[in-house]
Nanobody, 126 residues
Framework: EVQLQASGGGLVQFGGSLRLSCAAS????????IGWFRQAPGKEREGVSC????????YYADSVKGRFTISRDNAKNTVYLQMNSLKPEDTAVYYC???????????????????WGQGTQVTVSS
């Protein structure tokens, strides 16, 4: 059974940092890209970042470029999202999901990402 478990969220002040983790199981982790998405209340789910499998390609939404860094540890079947210089507008539930890592796929998550973790809340206070 494919499982993804996101963790690491919390409450942080403006300008602070958090590191999210996405632990995967039930499939050949090395073979799949993993993406991070977020959804704020009343807004659509937004693609944040993804990390491909074979070549290490990454994608970042414009809103997080230069502040967030995605990485993966294949030995631990885990993808990380290091979030620095957090802003109140980063407040959302963050999800990880398995799917192809390209700009086009990150803007259509429901279509391209089949397996999702349960989400972890990130709240940034001003």
């Amino acid at each position: 059974e494919v499982q993804l478990q996101a963790s690491g969220g919390g409450l942080v002040q403006f300008g602070g940092s958090l590191r999210l983790s996405c632990a995967a199981s039930g499939f050949a982790f090395d073979d799949y890209a993993i993406g991070w998405f977020r959804q704020a209340p009343g807004k659509e789910r937004e693609g944040v970042s993804c990390h491909s499998s074979t070549f290490g390609n990454t994608y970042y939404a414009d809103s997080v470029k230069g502040r967030f860094t995605i990485s993966r540890d294949n030995a631990k079947n885990t993808v990380y999202l290091q979030m620095n210089s957090l802003k109140p507008e980063d407040t959302a539930v963050y999800y990880c999901a398995r799917g192809p890592c390209r700009g086009a796929t990150m803007t259509s998550p429901a279509r391209f990402f089949k397996y999702w973790g349960q989400g972890t809340q990130v709240t940034v206070s001003s």
